[in-house]
């Protein structure tokens, strides 16, 4: 095989670092930034504050900080120079040495100090802070209580008696320089905001400094500390080093915590899901199996990606490996195994060094289930906690079908090897080696989001415009789902907004990609215009309201015949005869549902009449109620009349093709199949002569590829007939 190709010089790594405002927010923490942010701003009072913002390893703290103080710029951007908020950033990770931090910390916020405009205290403050420094810089170790004297201990050499004098000289000066630049920055009508970040990166002393440094050294008026860390890693370092609970030593220096809220599940998903689309942009459709990506992702990759940090992490590995292998491998299974060696390096190494374990089918002779083998999975298993046992057995059974052997029902033969191979999945035993030569949907809409968007049910026109965006964006059926939460709160008038605009244009929106679980959209649609109904305050209203949108010409036929027969079924009516509902859970009389019929029946006369009834999958419905409405003649008319030239034929045909969906036990993706209603067309054509015309039309020749593919569609699907 040829060696594959060195990345693409346009291969770029997607750094690991914080956005550095809201407009790059992609996780939704905008709201809780800016409210942070505001916070911080509307501090009242001079006394030093302490604000802690907690939050573990890469859920994005530095990104919310960045966040926060964008909105502080924006909250005080009217206000006098001399009132903003003077904002100071302090990493002590860029410093390796203990007595650095100190140093470097009140030299930081001398330079601040000493440049806001000219005339203001504060310049004052930031000379007298640097003098302040000076006379800290031999200390070895800043206590949190105590005499200043013992800052000095490690540089006086001469006797005790001068040492200690030398050493309450320095500590009275200390103090007074202190609460000189204290009086200075408590006059000023400015805060000072200090944001120190990383702080869990440092070691258990290091960490201990900085909060002595907090609490003592620089505690001046008027300054706001937000300190930015992992709590957990925090607690546990100052433990080591600090007599007590680690919580109560925090408690007694963090007046105000924030606790970062964890990124929604969705959101990081959704995330990973745009990095992977840039990252196999190259992947050919016809490589790319839905269902095998979906058993994969939701048995194990997706309970791997729990942060950003993760995400960028698990995209960075993929940006390295598909331009070498790409073209050469399965690319779910490349995702899948990136994931392993990512998050689980223990378990990648397993599979590296033990192929015979995962790779390939198992013979005959081969088929008892070895308890020893079964011993050494569950052991991996167990060492690799990324996913839990039986996380781990399901996910392998998908990348790795030899394990159904031990884990599932069944087993696959060495018959699968020549599929496996020609899908270049990572089981094939002439695929496995490709993968270690190296050596990522449906989406959330918030409570006020939602509340927004209702309220511009007030207006057809603007409610319509939302409705045309959450479907841009594919939202349109989250919303839909979440709709019925909000019914109860929905005024009568804008129910009967929301009903308009669904009538006109609801069916123009298109069904999202189905699985088992999934509502059609266009059923979702019809049980919204049913539970919205129950908002107008009575039966008069509600048939008022249908029947004048009926017969409206903006409302689209599809949407009037399938609400129509909905009401057909709840009164057992025509081919839903046996099928009715009780009397009291029927949304209209039988009087007022033969008036619908006959305005939707004379809808479907003029559409046809004027020839705008479409030639799509809805046809056949129309087509039926058509006759139930109204009579068989007109019907047959009518598909005499579309299908006179061989185009309308085809078209004809192709409004009864479809998919059919099969879900093998296991599977997160149905099996799809063309079909064709070929028995209901037989209640509406003559098939034997429909078969004869297309028959010709193959025989006349030449035909596009979809035309033929209808026809032969067609074709195969007609009845046998009997000799």
Known sequence: MDKPCSPEPATHFKADSPIESASQDRLRRKEFSRALGKALVRNIGNDPLVVALYGAWGTGKTSVVNMALEEVRLETKDWADKNKPLIVRFNPWHFSDQSQLTMQFLRALTVALERTEPGARAREAGKKLGTYAQLLSPASYIPVVGPWARLAADTLKSTADASTALGDQLSADVEALKSEISAILSSESRKILIIIDDIDRLNSNEIRQIFQLVKCVADFPNTVYVLVFDQTVVVKALEKVQEGNGDDYLEKIVQVPFYLPRPD???????????????????????????????????????MLGTVRDVARFSNALRFAAPLVQHEVNPADLIAITAIQIFAPKMYDAIRANPEMFVGGVSDSDRAVDEEQQRWYEQEFSNNPALSPEQWSEFLKHLFPRLHRIFGLGSYGTSFHSQWRKERRICSPDIFPIYFQLSIAASEISRVEMEAILATATEAGAFAAEVQRLS??????????????????????????????????????????????????????????????????????RFGLIECLTGDTASSIRRVVEEVSNYDREHGRYVFAGRESPEPERTFTTEQVT??????????????ERQTLALDQHLPTI????????????????????????????????????????????????????TIAIESMGKLVDLDAF???AQAIVAAGPLNKDDAEILSLFLSRLPKKEN
């Open 595 to 608: 008036s619908l019929e006959k305005l939707a029946l004379g809808r479907i006369r003029t559409a046809a």
């Open 472 to 541: 841009r964006d594919e939202r349109i059926d989250r919303f839909l789902s979440l709709l019925h939460d909000f019914i109860d709160g929905i005024p009568p008038d804008s129910a009967q907004t929301i009903i308009t605009v669904l009538y006109r244009i609801g069916d123009s929106i298109p069904d999202t990609g189905m699985n088992v679980f999934q509502v059609p959209l266009q059923m979702k649609i019809s049980y919204s215009i049913s539970s919205l109904l129950e908002r107008l305050p009575d039966q008069r209203s």
């Open 691 to 693: 078969a004869t015309r």
């Open 623 to 674: 087509l039926f109620r058509w006759r139930e409405w109204g009579s068989t003649e007109e019907v047959n008319s009518f598909v005499s009349q579309v299908t006179q030239d061989d185009s309308g034929f085809i078209k004809f045909l192709g409004c009864f093709a479809g998919e059919s969906r099969t879900w093998a036990m296991g599977d997160q993706l149905a099996t799809v199949t063309r």
């Open 265 to 303: 599940k969705d959101e990081v998903l959704r995330l990973a899901f745009s990095l992977l689309d840039e990252v196999l942009k190259d992947v050919r459709e016809v490589d790319w199996d839905k269902k095998h990506w979906a058993n994969l992702f939701h048995s194990g990759i997706q309970h």
